[in-house]
């Protein structure tokens, strides 16, 4: 035994960390930004998804990442190699767009098959391997079809099984569902997601679907004018967004005028509030902008002395078959915020103990630890 059958060591090893690096990227068109020095790791085996809002960068930084569109400056390195300047056949990685891209007048099989004939891989290997792929995505015995004889979601199946069929160190998918309906998206999501956890394969996908990337990321990056506002899981996202963007482009989340009165205070109209996550480092006396969540607006025992607790008005229930969504006004006087609107969440239980009903006036109150606290817009 020599100590030469070993591999070296990486000069890049981040212990798992960092299979994909992105460095200070950028990349313009003409004068135009379409990336603004992004940096980024991805660990190995982790789904991550690129969340913004349609022209915000999230095909332009995939497009680099697979060396479709080399990027103006900066670097990427996958797996220690530094690919950065790579054309696409030299780096390792399947992809899936959101036009299924299949060739019409190949078979399903043929498709699968490739990536695997331009690799000089052996006949029967590789029809053994199309078969084992046919399987992975559920169409064991569609490999004779041809791809209009297949519905839309069947169709992303196979460019799925095309993907992966040269077993690609990383998966890249850009917007792979937007063009299927409801329903196939929703179980397709699901799908990809077990296959994704199976194979442990390093997945990015491209989505402006924020449903999609909290069900299905082990994290998620949000974009923005080429830029990243955030990176987190699903839970950190939501729960403690990093900007006013992130927090109206996730979710549904109340703006209400304040001014920061004193440290981890802020007051809403005549009401001093209480921020048990701070005021965001601003000094007493700036205007913020104070974010809630409708589901954390709370009603139940609030006896007007309560802190952080005012009066409103409902001016108008909408039933949403699991819960009613609120629209309330601020009660009292000017000073009192009165006038100021807000959306709160109701449990179909509440409405029923509590009689809620349009027109109605109550004391709501906002729970410390359910405010955030934003520069003014
Ligand atoms: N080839 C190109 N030439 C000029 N501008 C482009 C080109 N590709 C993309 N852009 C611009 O870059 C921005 C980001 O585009 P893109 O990455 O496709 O957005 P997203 O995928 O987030 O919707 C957009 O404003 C788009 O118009
Ligand atoms: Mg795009």
């Known amino acids: 035994m ?45 789904f991550v998804c690129f969340l913004g809002p349609s022209g915000c960068g999230k095909t332009t930084l995939l497009r680099a990442i697979a060396g479709l569109d080399i990027q103006t400056n900066g670097s990427i390195f996958q797996a220690g190699r530094d690919i950065s300047r790579l054309p696409p056949s030299e780096r390792d990685f399947g992809i899936v767009f959101q036009s299924y891209a299949l060739f019409p007048n190949l078979t399903v099989s043929k498709n699968i098959a490739y990536g695997l004939e331009s690799r000089r891989m052996p006949r029967a290997a590789i029809a053994a391997r199309v078969m084992e792929l046919l399987q992975l995505v559920g169409l064991p015995d569609s490999g004779e079809k041809y791809p209009s004889q297949l519905s839309g979601g069947q169709q992303q199946r196979v460019a799925l099984a095309r993907a992966l069929a040269t ?4 998966l890249l998918l850009d917007e792979p569902l937007s063009a299927l309906d409801a329903r196939v998206r929703v179980h ?28 299905m990321a082990d994290r998620i990056v949000v974009m923005n004018h080429g830029v990243i506002e955030q990176v987190g899981t699903a839970t950190e996202i939501y729960r403690d967004p990093a900007s006013a963007f992130v927090a109206d482009f996730i979710g549904t989340m109340n703006f209400l005028p304040g001014v920061v009165t004193r440290p981890g205070r802020v007051a ?5 509030l209480d921020c ?18 409708p589901e954390d607006v709370s009603i139940r025992n609030i006896d007007g002395s309560k802190s952080n607790s005012f009066a409103a008005q409902i001016l108008e229930m909408e039933f949403l078959g699991s819960f009613y969504r609120g629209t309330l006004i601020a009660a009292g006087t ?44």
């Open 334 to 377: 000017p000073a009192d915020a009165a006038g100021e609107t807000l959306t709160a969440d109701f449990s179909i239980n509440a409405v029923r103990d509590l009689g809620l009903a349009d027109g109605m006036s109550l004391s709501i109150a906002f729970p410390p630890d359910c405010i955030r606290v934003f520069e003014r817009q």
């Open 188 to 215: 397709l999501r699901h799908e990809i997601k077990h296959l994704q956890r199976r194979l442990g394969i390093t997945t990015i996908m491209v989505t402006h679907d924020q449903e999609e990337a909290l069900t």
């Open 268 to 272: 809403f109209g005549g009401v001093e």
């Open 167 to 170: 077993s690609p160190g990383l």
């Open 2 to 46: 020599t100590m030469t059958t070993m591999n070296p060591p990486q000069t890049d090893d981040l212990s798992g960390a960092g299979y994909l690096r992105i460095e200070n990227l950028s990349k313009m068109f003409g004068v135009f930004a379409a990336l603004k020095s992004i940096s980024l790791e991805i660990r190995e085996g982790e």
């Open 276 to 293: 048990a996550g701070g005021v965001n480092g601003f000094a007493a006396g700036t205007p913020v902008t104070i974010a809630v969540r």
